[in-house]
């Protein structure tokens, strides 16, 4: 089994070390990737239930299966904006495809904050027998470039 986790950012792909936050950097939550995006666009990067969904929309989890789910952290330190420059339509629990809009933010105001607004992808829990692989592409495309692949041991 496979599951594909498109970019859900436009922007430049960076390695999970070079995020400047060790709950990030040091794959406290788990491994991935982070985006540092060119527009305020973010979409689903898998298709299923809308899980998790902070309340300030800077951070979600769309379910992939049961044991399956994809956090996007928009930014860095970006909770502390308690919501401002965030907008989006979707609520929690909401079944979302692949590709859809689920977030919209003003890149510049996060910006201009003084926070950054670079977004770490991540697989958190994943099951024990699963193998990540990671793009080798320097710069994706939201909704259309696969970020993320992961490929399970079914015989397991």
Known sequence: MKIEV?????GRVVSLEKV???????????????????????????????SVFHSSKHAFVV????TVGV????GLDTVKLQGRSF??????????????????????SVVD???SPLSPVILPDLPSHYRIEKTNREQVRAGV????VILFDERE
């Open 71 to 74: 956090l996007v952290h928009i």
């Open 6 to 10: 498109v970019a859900p950012l436009s």
């Open 87 to 108: 907008f989006s339509e979707v609520q929690l629990g909401d079944q979302v495809q692949a590709g859809q809009e689920l977030v919209r933010f003003d890149l510049q």
């Open 145 to 148: 470039d696969i970020l993320l």
């Open 20 to 50: 400047p936050d060790p709950v990030f950097s040091q794959r406290m939550l788990g491994d991935g990737l982070a985006i540092e995006p060119t527009e305020g666009r973010v979409v689903a990067p898998v298709s299923g239930r809308l």
């Open 63 to 66: 379910q992939a299966s049961e």
């Open 113 to 115: 904050a003084g926070y």
